[in-house]
């Protein structure tokens, strides 16, 4: 009887370790589109849709088939101008969508401020879309305005 | 099982544990966030059209290269389209009288001048011209005055209104 417990736990000791070796497929972010607000006019704000499929951010997420990610934004307070100056953004708590089909039409909403845990496809991929709203101030200095979003994702083996 | 078999088959799964307790390192990817500002677009009535002393059943025409023709100044967003309309006035007026005014020409150009630039007939109906490299653009407007032969003396003044947007 002892010798079967033994063997049940080395079983399962080896299907971890092969669960372990088969969650190791790297996981990878590509930023694939840009979050356009286009042209602005000085004290006029601009919203994004992270439904808008020309204009919002977009990026693609691969990694372990059916795993959890846990994912988090570095969002920039203000897009960089002419001479330094500041554009402020605003990103609210509806701005970002996951959608496991990586189809826009079906995200799931979340808040990019805060740390989201989503679960990658069978496939292992999954889309994240980003929308925001640009704030120019009334004596906004013309001129091109850009800035970084990160996007950081770990996933748990 | 041995003492020595029980705790490597320990010291493993323990090993698992603990491996399966950490997150995978994570990774980064990034993209851009952009917009362009556009200059707002600043309308100023230059010079106004001014018919100076006209006088009763006498046609007056002041043409849009007259120095006494009416120029509107823009600045805006340089090398960029915009769309123009005029707001004309069919009568100048003093205490209740008219005076018709019509038949309006106008010029447009990236420049300060009458040449170069482009013959337009200003209406209410929208048109288009190109801010210069410098984000200037100059209207020149003329009209002709039709006072009446019983025209009482007096100031008689409109407003023509430029509108002007991306």
Known sequence: ?157 | MTTTAKTALAGLLLALIGAGASPAQGVNGSLTASAALQAPIAVTGAIPLNFQSVFPGVTKTVAYSDVTAGRFDVTGQASTLVNYTFTLPANLTNAGQNLPIGSWTGYVNTTQSTSGGTAITPSAAAGSATLSASGTLYFYVGATVTPANNLPAGSYTGTVTLTVSY
């Not at chain 1, 669960?19 to 607000?37: D, E, N, Y």
């Open chain 1, 1 to 157: 009887m002892k010798r079967l417990r033994y063997s049940v736990a080395l079983a399962l000791a080896v299907l971890a370790v092969a669960r372990s070796a088969a969650a190791q497929r790297p996981i990878t972010v590509t930023g694939l589109q840009s979050l356009a607000f286009g042209t602005l006019l000085p004290g006029v704000p601009t919203t994004i849709s992270r439904t808008d499929p020309v204009r919002s951010g977009q990026f693609l997420l691969t990694g372990p088939h059916n795993s959890q990610a846990s994912l988090v934004f570095t969002l920039p307070p203000a897009l960089v101008g002419p001479g330094g100056a500041l554009l402020p953004l605003v990103f609210g708590g509806g701005d970002a969508g996951y959608s496991q089909s990586l189809s826009i039409a079906s995200q799931v909403g979340f808040d990019p401020r805060q740390r989201f845990v989503l679960t990658l496809s069978q496939r292992g991929s999954g889309s994240v879309f980003l929308g925001g709203a640009a704030q120019p101030t009334p004596t906004q200095r013309a001129g091109a305005y850009t800035a970084t979003i990160i996007l950081t994702v770990a996933t748990y083996p």
